[in-house]
């Protein structure tokens, strides 16, 4: 291995390692970008503080025919992005998610029916899987109170209903922030949405989860942790004092409703506009999806702004605008900072080049077919370690795509594996932002939805990792859901029977 291999290879194993030891992610990204700047300008060190200008600058713009232009792409993904920081906050403070729970209460029958509607709640409200955590948790609690349903219960279904959905319907800060890393990686960038809406029918953690909680409420799976861990207080009372402020409930249902269909709109419209034909694939491939989610943004963000105007005071506009900006932008950074290093890694470093020729040198075929467990395991392990499914993809897409790209593995699997292994990851870290944001918002303790949540999640990562690996040596995506699916299924189906023998022993 020469020594333009090894540093290659060296700069993002730094970025994890850096990444795995100090748990901040801008502050690692920004010393990798550093460091490939000083490898990259090895022989000529007083270039250096100009290549990270020009590696900055070309976030925001870039030269076609001799002309720099300014790039309109990441200007709207960095605004859409502080929309949907905005968006929950006008949703908050307008109190239309006080009403929806109203609404949801008279609906409510059993601990069942009370859990059925969360799951479905968690699966319509997919802006953002923080907002779900946090206010969606705070929303539901009174209705889980007041059915006898266990704080360790509603937070196992709103975490696993979150990420989860916001990874399969991208029309959401989730689809922006990973088209946004994919644009920056690949050859071509128009294929970037293309291989996000493919990676929906192939992640199967994603899936998994979703349908393993569906099985649970279904079969009403209640695991020895869970019942050991039953923290439920019934206080009516916190009905009312969560609804001191009640707006209208449509004020939340019809700004996510014109989020969905005018962002459709608009990327049918761009699509249409370049190919002038009614062909759904060309009209994806080549959409503008950086302007069609700004002006979806835009309009649900007004739209929801009118709808509330009698509930929010003229004095919390301020507030719910800070309060917005300051959620969105420590992504805004992170997005900037894996945009920059990954035109570091793919282009000055080649990192994919040699890291698939190292492969290919270790172990051949075999081992490139691996490489989606790989990828599934590693983004588990970054996931779990920073408590980020983001950072995660900031870090794990740049090097797993370019490694797809020289190693002949399909780009779609490449980016599934990377999602779902990120989410689980996610999911299982005891310092997780979502974990502990659903904490607080279900108002049980961070340890204890970690235990309690850890069972389930495993089950669904185990099936989705046999999945990925039938995938990766069959290419049958067909089998590789059957055999996951029945194998969920057959758990969780054993599960049930076993449940229902310890009840009637008791009884």
Not at 170 to 195: E, F, H, Q, R, T
Not at 222 to 232: E, I, Q, S
Not at 310 to 337: A, D, M, N, R
Not at 369 to 397: H, Q, R, Y
Request: with cysteine; proline share 3%; charged share 10%.
């Amino acid at each position: 291995m020469n020594l333009e291999s090894l540093l290659s290879i060296l700069l993002p194993a730094i970025v994890l390692l850096l990444v795995f030891l100090t748990k901040r992610l801008i502050f690692s990204l920004a010393v990798g970008l550093c460091l490939g700047a000083v490898f990259v300008n090895f022989h000529t060190p007083m270039q250096i503080p100009e290549y990270l200008l020009s590696k900055f600058l070309s976030v925001f713009r870039y030269v076609s025919e001799g002309e720099v232009q300014i790039n309109w792409y990441a200007i709207h993904i960095f605004i859409f992005l502080a929309l949907l920081g905005v968006l929950p906050q006008v949703f908050i403070h307008s109190g239309s998610i006080n009403s929806f729970v109203k609404w949801t209460h008279s609906k409510v029958k059993d601990p069942r029916s009370s859990e059925w509607i969360i799951f479905v709640a968690g699966c319509v409200i997919f802006i953002d899987d923080q907002f779900n955590a946090l206010t969606l948790g705070r929303s539901m609690r009174p209705l889980s109170d007041a059915s006898g349903l266990s704080r360790e219960r509603l937070a196992y279904i709103i975490d696993s209903t979150s990420a989860p959905v916001c990874i399969l319907l991208p029309l959401s800060s989730w689809g922006a922030y990973i088209v946004g890393i994919l644009n920056g990686v690949l050859p071509d960038p128009s294929k970037s949405v293309g291989i996000l809406s493919a990676s929906i029918g192939v992640n199967f953690y994603a899936w998994f989860a979703l349908f393993a909680v569906f099985l649970s409420i279904l079969w009403r799976i209640h695991l020895p942790v869970m019942r050991k861990n039953f923290n439920v207080g019934v206080d009516l009372s916190e009905i009312e004092r969560d609804a001191q402020k009640e707006g209208s409930m449509w004020a939340l249902i019809l700004p996510i409703l014109t989020l969905v269909f005018v962002t459709l709109g608009m990327i049918f419209y761009t699509g249409y506009q370049k190919v002038q034909a009614l062909e759904f694939q060309k009209i994806v491939e080549n959409t503008n999806i950086s302007l069609s989610v700004l002006i979806g943004g835009i309009c649900a963000t007004l739209f929801a702004l009118l709808l509330s105007s009698k509930t929010i005071k003229s004095e919390e506009y301020v507030q719910i605008f800070k309060e917005g900006i300051k959620i969105s932008l420590p992504s805004i950074i992170i997005l900037i900072l894996a945009w920059a290093i990954g035109d570091v890694v793919r282009y000055d470093l080649k990192t994919g080049e040699h890291l698939s020729a190292l492969i290919a040198g270790i172990g051949g075929e075999n081992l490139s077919k691996a490489l989606p467990l790989i990828l599934f395991v590693f983004s588990i392990a970054i996931a779990f370690a920073t408590g980020t499914s983001w950072g995660c993809f900031a870090v794990m897409i740049p090097v797993g795509i370019t490694l797809a790209l020289h190693s002949g593995l399909d780009l779609v699997v490449a980016t599934s594996a990377i999602l779902a292994g990120a989410i689980y990851g996610d999911h299982i870290s005891p310092i997780s932002d979502t974990t502990i944001l659903t904490s607080a918002g279900t108002g049980c303790s961070v340890q204890s939805h970690f235990i309690t949540q850890l069972p389930y999640a495993s089950i669904s990562a185990i099936c989705a990792f046999i999945s990925f690996g039938i995938i990766s040596w069959s290419n049958s995506l067909l089998l590789a859901y059957a055999v996951g699916g029945i194998l969920l299924v057959g758990i969780f189906y054993y599960l049930k029977i076993r449940y229902e023998l310890v009840q009637n022993s008791i009884h």
